[in-house]
């Protein structure tokens, strides 16, 4: 049974088009994230929802937004895509007890 | 800003050898956070360290939290293949929301 799970895996698409990102956990966990990785593999926070309810919102293009129906969901909407968003963009959710984040295996996402 | 700095970004040894990676800070945490990622995955936690001074085990792997909660490093004895991915170390600050600040990553190749 996987813990956090993101579809889709890979995502390639053309400049302008808007597309979803979807994540969903099954670990009871309150807190949520998205994360961006990129090609240095540097993982930069982009948002942090906590029991459906956005803590976090670092210094991102309003292009991006998230939603998060339930707290066993953190979807990611992207607007208007660009090529500097290609990237790997990870889920996560976090035990509030030890800090420790599970994360989804992961999208890739490409922008031509 | 505050930066966890994580030493060496890349290393590549044999099979056999022992290793350590380091990561630093000028901030004081209230833990601390290894992960290993491999390539198409996401980063998978190993161990949270706490207690200044304290030292984990994890069979080959052992960690060690500095007395003043601002280092850490990860020791890998006798390295194998298996051990190859990117190490990630994270922080979380005190009273900072649960959010981790994450290290640059170490790039580990073991070659047989």
């Known amino acids: 049974d996987t813990a956090v799970s993101q579809t889709p895996k890979y995502l390639v698409t053309q400049m302008g088009n808007d597309k979803s990102i979807k994540c969903e956990q099954n670990l009871g966990h309150d807190t949520m994230y998205w994360y961006k990785q990129d090609s240095k593999k540097f993982l930069k926070i982009m948002f942090s929802?906590?029991?459906?309810?956005?803590?976090i919102n670092e210094t991102v293009p309003n292009r991006f937004s998230p939603k998060s129906p339930d707290k066993a969901h953190l979807n990611l909407h992207i607007n208007s895509l660009e090529l500097g968003d290609s990237a790997v963009y990870f889920c996560?959710?976090?035990?509030?007890?030890?800090?420790?984040?599970?994360f989804g295996s992961g999208t890739r996402l490409t922008v031509v | 800003t505050q930066l966890l700095e994580q030493s060496p970004q890349f290393l590549s040894i044999q099979e056999g050898e022992n290793l350590t990676v380091y990561c630093n800070s000028s901030?004081?945490?209230?833990?601390l956070q290894w992960y290993r990622q491999e390539p198409g995955e996401g980063p998978v936690l190993l161990v949270t360290?706490?207690?200044g001074g304290e030292v984990k085990k994890l069979k080959r792997l052992t960690f060690q939290f500095g007395d003043a909660r601002k280092d850490s490093s990860l020791h890998i004895t006798a390295a194998q293949t298996g051990d190859t991915g990117l190490y990630l170390c994270?922080?979380?600050?005190?009273?900072?929301?649960?959010?981790?600040?994450w290290g640059a990553g170490t790039k580990l190749i073991i070659k047989p």
């Open positions: 901030s004081v945490f209230s833990s």
């Open positions: 360290v706490v207690t």
């Open positions: 994270a922080g979380a600050l005190s009273g900072s929301n649960y959010q981790l600040i």
């Open positions: 929802y906590n029991n459906k309810e956005l803590i």
């Open positions: 996560a959710s976090q035990d509030r007890g030890n800090y420790g984040y599970t």
